[in-house]
């Protein structure tokens, strides 16, 4: 079983997955910085320095008071917004450096092979 799990561990695809879930981790944290340290303050300038983060519902219960944060519900969509514009914006740039190759051509289709071999036939007749 230990063998077994040492050739699981050393194929490619589970060290290949690995490697693309730690550079995954490490590039999240750079948008999120993107995001918060550069973007949010510039969209901060632009609104007045609106941040929701704060903002919510106060209900009272008969227990106690409940508080219910959409203002912070709001901002992190907003953030999910931007971190998805960001991503968008680097992928594409990314696309237009490195053009997908183009599709080899394609080679006979079955119906030309059957008559290419029928002519050959033909031919010896």
Do not use: C, H, Y
Request: neutral net charge; charged residues 15%.
């Amino acid at each position: 079983m230990l063998k077994e799990f040492r050739d699981f561990i050393i194929k490619g695809n589970a060290l290949e997955l690995a490697i693309a879930v730690i550079l995954a981790g490490a590039f999240g944290a750079v948008v999120n910085s993107l995001v918060a340290d550069l973007i949010s303050p510039i969209i901060g300038l632009l609104t007045g320095g609106v941040n929701l983060s704060g903002q919510g519902i106060t209900v009272p219960t008969p227990l106690g008071e409940v508080f219910f944060g959409t203002g912070n519900f709001v901002q992190t969509i907003i953030n999910l917004i931007i971190v998805g514009l960001v991503l968008f914006l680097i992928i594409r740039a990314a696309n237009k450096m490195n053009p997908p190759k183009p599709a080899p051509p394609a080679g006979p289709t079955t119906d030309e092979k059957i008559l290419a071999v029928l002519e050959k036939l033909d031919k010896k007749l």
